[in-house]
């Protein structure tokens, strides 16, 4: 390619609408223009960092044994509503009528579509296990689209769709997917993490998330640095800080502080550790039954010190559908504004949920349920009775690793990529079924896989910038060399090393451009910075006389001179060295 042919549009300050690294540098870079709030144009040069990144995902999903369709942008409502999803996905699904006022969604996903698919073609046994994969745009309407493509409305993604005949066989099949996302991201040239996570609005049981690491990622990871133990905050297990309960030596003791609604105010007030402070939630569960509306009041207890996890709140027992409880039912069963709360002496009866830490402590501060009260030295069983024991915080840092290993440590990531053992949730609603050997109906298992496309985008960029511009991992690099020549049209010598070297190249196979535009070398220079080009040649009349050719990495300090005869080989051992 030749700069002259290509669309090259810079600029040297980003729009004031972006906010974060990589929105800027993609937009300064050319590589996406806004046509909308959250909708853009992929311009040439970041179209060809999607087709990069779609090549990889197809090379990998072919060898894994998937195959590849297309499925509808827009899709009939019917099938969402066999699903239910027509009505719980929410605002994030945009929906629309055709002129005959017939319902329709633009996807956010295809589960419903696939499974209609599987539903029409699978009859036997003998045609499972069989995988399904498209990359298609998606569109979710979000309500605060932000951050370029990493929060986009509009976007592309690669999504996955096994069926099984058994448990046994989905789980191998979630296996081999696990197994090529594991390739793509190695292939990306990112730094990533595989974790445990939970399932979210998609269903089903086990699930994996794929993080690219990032200083600016929105998700917390946790980890064992000592062992193979990963999950998303809202996974991770929070084991008890106490391996048996802690002995009461106080007595329960109602004491005054006056204005300290927060645990660390009363911690501060009384000269004692937060870590002795309970943090009080209240939630109210509302069921209704032959048009009568039931509240149930629910106590939830943590450490002073922790942070409830609402992911995990949710999992407890009766608590699905949880909303925090308004201050007249707070009043109205504990007696007293929120601040002073706690599990002794309520007003009126309520469900109590203790964390596994404060289902171990003993001697702790508590709210007396009177303002400005606390209680000091409340124990479990001569106090108040046992509490129901959930894990309910998020974990910190140097907590104990679930897997007896170690401690667990915390860095930040961005979702990219998503693998869920859907098992029959979509199936069974959509009455998917085929026959066994013995002429039976029974239901498919089904497994779902999302990468990313566009996403990949930002979240590598996050990963790998400068105060330059971006710095593309090779792979997926808009391209992976550029040739610099220094007044190419005006010295015959600059040009016929230049076009020799460009022609050797590509006939090597090598994603080059030549840059044959009439630029200053500083304003070259500048543009192949930002967008991110990772090998750089520099040719020029003074090196030329030297015998030299100069070469700069995209994160290389200083460049370094290269003798003309060996400067191909030199830059296709580089290549070949990033592939293996």
Same mark, same amino acid.
């Given at each position: 390619?030749?700069?002259?042919?290509?669309?090259? %549009?810079?600029l040297?300050?980003?729009?004031?609408?972006?906010? $974060?690294?990589?929105?800027?540098?993609?937009?300064r870079?050319?590589?996406?223009?806004?046509?909308g709030?959250?909708?853009?144009?992929?311009?040439?040069?970041?179209? @060809?960092?999607?087709?990069?990144v779609?090549?990889?995902?197809?090379?990998?999903?072919? @060898?894994?044994?998937?195959?590849?369709?297309?499925?509808?942008?827009?899709?009939?409502?019917?099938?969402?509503?066999?699903?239910?999803?027509w009505?719980?996905?929410?605002?994030?699904?945009? @929906?629309?009528?055709?002129?005959?006022?017939?319902?329709?969604?633009?996807?956010?996903? %295809?589960?419903?579509?696939?499974?209609?698919v599987?539903?029409?073609?699978?009859?036997? =046994?003998?045609?499972?296990?069989?995988?399904? =994969?498209?990359?298609?745009?998606?569109?979710?309407?979000?309500?605060?689209?932000?951050?370029?493509?990493?929060?986009?409305?509009?976007?592309?993604?690669?999504?996955?769709?096994?069926?099984?005949?058994?448990?046994?066989?989905?789980?191998?099949?979630y296996?081999t997917?696990?197994?090529?996302?594991?390739?793509?991201?190695?292939?990306?040239?990112?730094?990533?993490?595989?974790?445990?996570?939970?399932?979210?609005?998609?269903?089903?049981?086990?699930?994996?998330?794929?993080?690219?690491?990032?200083?600016?990622?929105?998700?917390?990871?946790?980890?064992?640095?000592t %062992?193979?133990?990963?999950?998303?905050?809202?996974?991770?297990?929070?084991? %008890?800080?106490?391996?048996?309960?802690?002995?009461?030596?106080?007595?329960?003791?109602?004491?005054a502080?006056?204005?300290?609604?927060?645990?660390?105010?009363?911690?501060?007030?009384?000269?004692?550790?937060?870590?002795?402070?309970?943090?009080?939630?209240?939630?109210?569960?509302?069921?209704?039954?032959?048009?009568?509306?039931?509240?149930?009041?629910?106590?939830?207890?943590?450490?002073?010190?922790?942070?409830?996890?609402?992911?995990?709140?949710?999992?407890?027992?009766?608590?699905?559908? =949880?909303?925090?409880?308004?201050?007249?039912?707070?009043?109205?069963?504990?007696?007293?504004?929120?601040?002073?709360?706690?599990?002794?002496?309520?007003?009126?009866?309520?469900?109590?949920?203790?964390?596994?830490t404060?289902?171990?402590?003993?001697?702790?501060?508590?709210?007396?349920?009177?303002?400005?009260?606390?209680?000091?030295?409340?124990?479990?069983?001569?106090?108040?009775?046992?509490?129901?024991?959930?894990?309910?915080?998020?974990?910190?840092?140097?907590?104990?690793?679930?897997?007896?290993?170690?401690?667990?440590?915390?860095?930040?990531?961005?979702?990219?990529?998503?693998?869920?053992?859907?098992?029959?949730?979509y199936?069974?609603?959509?009455?998917?079924?085929?026959?066994?050997?013995?002429?039976?109906?029974?239901?498919?298992?089904?497994?779902? =896989?999302?990468?990313?496309?566009?996403?990949?985008?930002?979240?590598?960029?996050?990963?790998?910038?400068?105060?330059?511009?971006? $710095?593309?991992?090779?792979?997926?690099?808009?391209?992976?060399?550029? $040739?610099?020549?220094?007044?190419?049209?005006?010295?015959?010598?600059?040009?016929?090393?230049?076009?020799?070297?460009?022609?050797?190249?590509?006939?090597?196979?090598?994603?080059?451009?030549l840059?044959?535009?009439?630029?200053?070398?500083?304003?070259?220079?500048?543009?192949?910075?930002?967008?991110?080009?990772?090998?750089?040649?520099? $040719?020029?009349?003074?090196?030329?006389?030297?015998?030299?050719?100069?070469?700069?990495?995209? @994160?290389?300090?200083?460049?370094?001179n290269?003798?003309?005869?060996?400067?191909?080989?030199?830059?296709?051992?580089?290549?070949?060295?990033?592939?293996?």
């Amino acid at each position: 390619m030749r700069a002259t042919r290509f669309f090259i %549009s810079t600029l040297k300050e980003a729009p004031a609408d972006a906010e $974060i690294v990589s929105h800027k540098l993609m937009m300064r870079a050319g590589m996406i223009k806004r046509l909308g709030s959250g909708i853009y144009n992929y311009m040439p040069m970041g179209l @060809r960092v999607i087709r990069k990144v779609e090549k990889i995902v197809r090379e990998e999903m072919d @060898r894994s044994g998937a195959i590849e369709m297309l499925m509808p942008v827009v899709q009939p409502a019917e099938l969402w509503q066999e699903t239910g999803r027509w009505q719980k996905y929410g605002a994030e699904l945009m @929906r629309v009528k055709d002129r005959h006022g017939r319902d329709f969604i633009i996807q956010p996903t %295809s589960e419903e579509a696939i499974t209609d698919v599987a539903r029409q073609e699978i009859k036997s =046994y003998r045609q499972l296990p069989i995988n399904f =994969y498209h990359i298609q745009t998606k569109f979710r309407d979000e309500r605060r689209p932000r951050f370029g493509l990493m929060r986009g409305r509009e976007f592309t993604m690669k999504d996955a769709y096994s069926f099984d005949r058994d448990l046994d066989g989905l789980k191998k099949s979630y296996q081999t997917m696990y197994d090529a996302y594991i390739r793509i991201f190695n292939r990306f040239g990112l730094q990533f993490r595989a974790v445990a996570a939970d399932n979210g609005a998609i269903g089903g049981t086990g699930s994996h998330e794929f993080h690219v690491i990032a200083e600016t990622g929105e998700d917390a990871l946790v980890y064992c640095p000592t %062992s193979d133990y990963a999950a998303n905050m809202e996974a991770a297990e929070a084991l %008890s800080l106490f391996s048996e309960r802690q002995a009461a030596s106080q007595a329960l003791t109602k004491t005054a502080t006056p204005g300290k609604a927060k645990c660390e105010d009363v911690a501060e007030l009384l000269n004692i550790p937060l870590q002795n402070t309970v943090k009080s939630i209240v939630l109210t569960v509302e069921t209704e039954e032959k048009d009568k509306v039931t509240k149930q009041v629910w106590l939830l207890l943590i450490r002073g010190d922790h942070e409830l996890n609402e992911i995990k709140a949710s999992k407890v027992p009766g608590l699905a559908n =949880y909303r925090f409880a308004t201050e007249e039912e707070i009043v109205e069963h504990f007696g007293t504004k929120p601040g002073y709360l706690g599990p002794v002496n309520t007003k009126l009866p309520v469900k109590v949920v203790a964390d596994r830490t404060v289902a171990m402590m003993g001697d702790f501060v508590c709210g007396a349920n009177e303002e400005d009260f606390h209680f000091t030295g409340a124990n479990w069983g001569r106090d108040l009775p046992e509490p129901m024991v959930a894990d309910l915080r998020n974990v910190v840092a140097g907590d104990p690793s679930p897997d007896g290993k170690g401690v667990l440590a915390i860095q930040r990531g961005i979702e990219v990529g998503h693998v869920f053992q859907l098992g029959t949730s979509y199936s069974e609603a959509m009455k998917a079924t085929f026959l066994d050997e013995n002429g039976k109906p029974q239901i498919l298992q089904m497994g779902c =896989y999302g990468i990313g496309i566009t996403r990949i985008l930002g979240a590598a960029i996050e990963q790998n910038f400068d105060d330059k511009g971006i $710095i593309w991992p090779t792979a997926i690099a808009p391209f992976e060399v550029v $040739i610099c020549p220094m007044g190419m049209e005006k010295s015959p010598a600059v040009k016929e090393q230049a076009e020799k070297l460009y022609a050797d190249l590509l006939a090597a196979g090598v994603d080059v451009l030549l840059d044959d535009r009439d630029l200053r070398p500083g304003s070259m220079f500048a543009d192949w910075e930002l967008i991110g080009v990772p090998h750089r040649v520099v $040719i020029g009349d003074r090196g030329l006389k030297e015998g030299n050719l100069e070469y700069k990495g995209r @994160r290389d300090a200083e460049a370094s001179n290269v003798a003309v005869a060996e400067m191909f080989s030199f830059l296709t051992a580089k290549l070949q060295a990033k592939q293996i």
